[in-house]
C-alpha cells in the first residue's frame, strides 16, 4: 500500500480558531468538502490525545481546551502543536478526493523498528451529495475522543528513547507536483513488520457520508526484536 509520512515543515496554529476556521470556510463547499474539513480537524486532536496519552513529554507540554464539548489535551509547544497541526491539515485535499485510507501515529524503538501503531481508518463516500449534519457527525467523533482518553490500558508501555511519527496511507498517490500540500509528503523509509501485526479495536463509526475505525497494531510477540 502507498505511504507517505510528513516531512517535518512547520506553520501556525491555535485550537481556539478551529471552529471560526471552519464556518468562515462551508459556504460554497462540496459535502466531501465539508466532511474532509470536520475530519482533519477531529484528527489534529485525535493525534495530540494519543501523543499526551503515551507519556512522551512532561504533561507540562499540555493545557485543556475543549473541543466538541470535550475536555481534550492542546500542546503547548509550538513545534509540536505545529507539526501535528501541519502534518495533519496538509492531508485536507487528498482526505476530500478519498485518496488517504489511513493516518497513523506510530511509535519506535531505538532501533527505528515500529513498536505501536494507532490507526485511523478513513472513508469519504465520494458520492454523497446530500446536506452534511455537522451535529450528527461531531456527536460519533466525540465519543473517538472520550474513548480514546481511557483506553491507556490497551497500550503498550513505550521503551526509553522511542520517536514517533505522523504516516499517511494513500489508496493511490496524488501525482508530484499538483499541490504545495503534495511536496510536502515524502515516501516513507519505515521499517515493517514481518508478521501480521495484533490488533485491538478502540472505536468505530459508520454513516452514510463517513466511515472511521480507530485501532491499535502491535508487533506478534514472534516479531523479530530487530
Same mark, same amino acid.
Given at each position: 500500500?502507498?505511504?507517505?509520512?510528513?516531512?517535518?515543515?512547520?506553520?501556525?496554529?491555535?485550537?481556539t480558531k478551529i471552529t471560526s476556521?471552519?464556518?468562515?470556510?462551508?459556504?460554497?463547499?462540496?459535502?466531501?468538502?465539508?466532511?474532509?474539513?470536520?475530519? &482533519?480537524?477531529?484528527?489534529?486532536?485525535?493525534?495530540?490525545? &494519543?501523543?499526551?496519552?503515551?507519556?512522551?513529554?512532561?504533561?507540562?507540554?499540555?493545557?485543556?481546551?475543549?473541543?466538541?464539548?470535550?475536555?481534550?489535551?492542546?500542546?503547548?509547544?509550538?513545534?509540536?502543536?505545529?507539526?501535528?497541526?501541519?502534518?495533519?491539515?496538509?492531508?485536507?485535499?487528498?482526505?476530500?478526493?478519498?485518496?488517504?485510507?489511513?493516518?497513523?501515529?506510530?511509535?519506535?524503538?531505538?532501533?527505528?523498528?515500529?513498536?505501536?501503531?494507532?490507526?485511523?481508518?478513513?472513508?469519504?463516500?465520494?458520492?454523497?451529495?446530500?446536506?452534511?449534519?455537522?451535529?450528527?457527525?461531531?456527536?460519533?467523533?466525540r465519543s473517538f475522543l472520550i474513548?480514546?482518553? &481511557?483506553?491507556?490500558?490497551?497500550?503498550? &508501555?513505550?521503551?526509553?528513547?522511542?520517536?514517533?511519527? #505522523?504516516?499517511?496511507?494513500?489508496r493511490s498517490l496524488p501525482q508530484?507536483?499538483?499541490?504545495?500540500?503534495?511536496?510536502?509528503?515524502?515516501?516513507?523509509?519505515?521499517?515493517?513488520?514481518?508478521?501480521?501485526?495484533? #490488533?485491538?479495536?478502540?472505536?468505530?463509526?459508520?454513516?452514510?457520508?463517513?466511515?472511521?475505525?480507530?485501532?491499535?497494531?502491535?508487533?506478534?510477540?514472534?516479531?523479530?526484536?530487530?
Open positions: 500500500m502507498p505511504k507517505r509520512k510528513r516531512r517535518t515543515t512547520f506553520f501556525s496554529s491555535r485550537y476556521e471552519r464556518m468562515e470556510r462551508k459556504d460554497n463547499q462540496s459535502p466531501q468538502g465539508e466532511i474532509a474539513g470536520i475530519l &482533519v480537524e477531529f484528527l489534529e486532536v485525535a493525534v495530540t490525545s &494519543v501523543v499526551f496519552l503515551k507519556g512522551i513529554y512532561p504533561s507540562g507540554a499540555f493545557e485543556r481546551r475543549r473541543y466538541m464539548n470535550v475536555v481534550v489535551q492542546s500542546a503547548r509547544h509550538p513545534q509540536l502543536r505545529e507539526y501535528i497541526h501541519s502534518a495533519v491539515s496538509g492531508l485536507l485535499p487528498f482526505i476530500q478526493k478519498g485518496l488517504v485510507e489511513r493516518v497513523a501515529v506510530i511509535f519506535f524503538n531505538t532501533d527505528n523498528i515500529p513498536v505501536e501503531r494507532f490507526i485511523f481508518k478513513l472513508t469519504v463516500n465520494q458520492s454523497f451529495g446530500s446536506k452534511v449534519e455537522e451535529s450528527d457527525l461531531e456527536f460519533s467523533l474513548k480514546l482518553s &481511557v483506553s491507556q490500558p490497551l497500550t503498550r &508501555v513505550l521503551p526509553r528513547d522511542c520517536r514517533w511519527e #505522523i504516516t499517511a496511507y494513500f508530484v507536483g499538483t499541490s504545495k500540500q503534495t511536496e510536502l509528503w515524502i515516501p516513507t523509509d519505515t521499517k515493517q513488520w514481518q508478521q501480521p501485526p495484533l #490488533i485491538t479495536p478502540i472505536k468505530s463509526m459508520n454513516s452514510e457520508p463517513l466511515g472511521v475505525q480507530l485501532y491499535l497494531e502491535h508487533p506478534t510477540f514472534s516479531e523479530p526484536k530487530s
